[in-house]
Every structure is written in C-alpha cells, then in structure tokens.
C-alpha cells in the first residue's frame, strides 16, 4: 500500500528539549516536504526536498533543521523546541521529475511544547 | 512569493444542495492547482486537480474551474451528500523556479442533513 508514515502521531516536550519527528514514504518519490498546519493559517510548507542532498526553506524554516540522506526518509528535526511551535505537522511526498502530481500526506503528528 | 486566498473559511450546506469554495492565486507562473480534503484526524488528500491549460475538470460530483486571467481557481461541490463535511484547501504550485505548493487557508464544509 502507498503511504508516507509519520512518527509519533502525538508528542508532548518541554521546552528547549531536541526532538526528531520521522517521515518516511514507500512511493520512491523525489519531492518530499513538511507543513504545519494551525488554525486560521492554513498549512504553511516548512522545508521541502526535491531529491537526495537536496533541500531548501520553505515559508516558515525558523526552528526547524530537515535531512535527506535517503531518498525514503526525510525526519523534521526541532533543536530546541519553544511553544510557538505548537502546533500539526504533515510530512508529504510526490513524483516530481517534471510537473506536479499529486502530494501524498502522512497521517500527522501533533506536537505540544509546554 | 506566492500567495492563495480562499473564501469562505465556513460553508454550511443543506444536504442535496451544492457548495462552492474560492481561490486567488498572485503568481502568473502559477499552473498546477489541485484541491485537498482533509477529513478529522487525518491528513490531507487529493480530491481533483486542473492545470492551467484547462479551464474545468469534473470528476462526477466535483468540479474544478480556473480563470488564467483573474488568477482565480473554484471548487464546486454538487448534490452534497454527509460525507463531504470537512476541511477543504486550495493550492497553487508552479514548475518553473518556485517548487513550493503554496496552500489556502482552508474551508470548514458542512453538510447539514
């Protein structure tokens, strides 16, 4: 079955405490990216990848670190967590070696930072 | 950059009757417009998508229309049925420099039985 498989779905830390969420998708996509999602903004893409090596911002990268050493994995790392990054992450994939087609999301992790 | 407008934030509905949910887009380079449902407790999912050599695209009770000139782009939902209560997005991409999928700031559909 395709998927991209997101971990934890939820996660509580406190404040300044390093943190990894897990992204991996079994499609062989190139193009894969992180969003956070937060009421009334939308889902707002955090860094994005476009193949192995390759990464880049997105709108809001402030906080977050991203690596792609594998083309199936893509982990969201926060350094040093603070509340304001609250919030619901999506990991998503797609096939991009030309146009756009469709972005598979994962299922969420929903992230508290007290 | 980028940037997609969608309109209205709530839609509430009578069941059978149609629903329409609309985006603005500000980049021209802007041609690949899809439109994700995304249901409670999970994540968002392809429902229907128009590149912008295409002015509509149907897929049995969904539509999608695209004005190039105005650079807006709409969801029309007809014959609403229970299972369409959800939270809709609008997005915006481009394949040229740009490769990000710039999203709207969603839609609370609701279909009231």
């Known amino acids: 079955e395709a998927q991209v498989t997101q971990n934890p779905r939820y996660l509580i830390t406190v404040t300044g405490k390093k943190l990894t969420v897990t992204c991996s998708q079994n499609?062989?996509?190139?193009?894969m990216s992180w969003y956070r999602q937060d009421p009334g903004l939308g889902l707002r893409q955090i860094y994005y990848s476009m193949n192995v090596e390759v990464t880049d911002k997105g709108d809001v990268p402030e906080g977050y670190k991203v690596s792609r050493k594998e083309k199936r994995n893509f982990p969201l790392i926060l350094e040093s967590p603070s509340p304001n990054q609250t919030s619901l992450y999506f990991c998503?994939?797609?096939?991009?070696?030309?146009?756009?087609?469709?972005?598979?999301f994962g299922q969420g992790t929903r992230l508290t930072v007290v | 950059g980028e940037n997609v407008e969608q309109h209205p934030s709530t839609l509430s509905v009578q069941e059978g009757d149609s629903a329409v949910i609309k985006c603005t887009y500000s980049d021209s380079a802007s041609n690949y417009f899809p439109w994700y449902k995304q249901e409670l407790g999970k994540g968002p999912q392809l429902i229907i998508d128009?590149?912008?050599?295409?002015g509509e695209k149907k897929d049995q009770r969904i539509a999608v229309t695209l004005n190039k000139t105005a650079k807006h782009f709409s969801l029309h939902i007809t014959e609403t049925q229970p299972e369409d209560s959800a939270v809709y997005f609008c997005?915006?991409?481009?394949?040229?420099?740009?490769?990000?999928?710039?999203f709207g700031t969603g839609t609370r559909l609701t279909i009231i039985p």
């Open positions: 128009i590149r912008s050599n295409v």
């Open positions: 998503a994939s797609s096939s991009r070696t030309g146009a756009w087609t469709e972005a598979f």
């Open positions: 499609m062989n996509h190139e193009y």
């Open positions: 997005a915006a991409g481009s394949n040229f420099g740009n490769e990000k999928l710039t």
